[in-house]
């Protein structure tokens, strides 16, 4: 909730700069997540006129879950980053708080969403291997390698990119030319040429029961219609 505070800074800063009533913002990751904090704080100025979410995770990152991922904050000792990990597991109670709260009517939203896993063949594994572990549906494997399209799809019309999370992944949400260009364009309210997400419902139906091989899995995300 602290992160909500800075973005109230940060809006005021270019509201000050600009002498703009409102802004807009590019949220990514985490920082969607802090821009939502900041709409429901007492403090917020009424300062914001749309936000664009690039794989911000609502629902949570199963990959939150994973031992290693636990383990890895614990040899850190980094208490921020251990909880920042902690608050975005799925049904936390940071999150579940949260999305209890409604969502300021006067602020346009919107989604873009990165659907490919990475073109490194052991990080491509390495989420498929562990998300099926804790995600309980394969549908939800959709993911930019670290924030599934189901959890990224929670407000406003919502975008898929063929991009990952980070450039640590692969050509990613950060720093794809089609995904800055469609941002502008979702700014300008602008069509974005992308393929709409799917609705989370409809791909609960036609998932399959079990986890699956890639290649099956390939076959089975490229069978999702548009």
């Given at each position: ?68 991922a636990g383990l890895v904050g614990a040899i850190q000792g980094d208490e921020f980053a251990d909880t920042a990990r902690k608050q975005q ?138």
């Amino acid at each position: 909730w602290t992160l909500g505070g800075q973005i109230g800074a940060a809006t005021l800063s270019v509201r000050e700069k600009t002498g703009e009533k409102k802004v807009d913002i590019a949220a990514h990751s985490m920082g969607g997540l802090a821009t939502r904090v900041y709409t429901v704080l007492p403090l917020y100025a009424d300062d914001i006129r749309k936000i664009v979410f690039l794989g911000v995770p609502h629902a949570g990152v199963p990959l939150a879950k994973g031992f290693i991922a636990g383990l890895v904050g614990a040899i850190q000792g980094d208490e921020f980053a251990d909880t920042a990990r902690k608050q975005q597991l799925p049904k936390s109670s940071f999150l579940t708080n949260l999305n209890d709260i409604p969502v300021v009517s006067a602020i346009e939203y919107a989604t873009i969403a990165g659907d490919k896993l990475s073109d490194k063949w052991y990080l491509k594994f390495a989420t498929w291997l562990i998300d099926s572990r804790f995600v309980g549906s394969p549908a939800e494997i959709i993911s930019d390698n670290l924030v599934g399209v189901s959890s990224a799809d929670y407000l406003g019309t919502c975008y898929q990119h063929p991009v990952s999370h980070s450039d640590a992944m692969g050509t990613s949400l950060t720093s794809n030319s089609d995904v800055v260009q469609a941002a502008m364009n979702l700014f300008q309210n602008k069509p974005t040429g992308s393929m709409e997400c799917l609705p989370y419902e409809e791909v609960l139906e036609n998932a399959p029961a079990t986890p699956f091989t890639d290649t099956q899995f390939t076959t089975y995300h490229n069978s999702l219609p548009a």
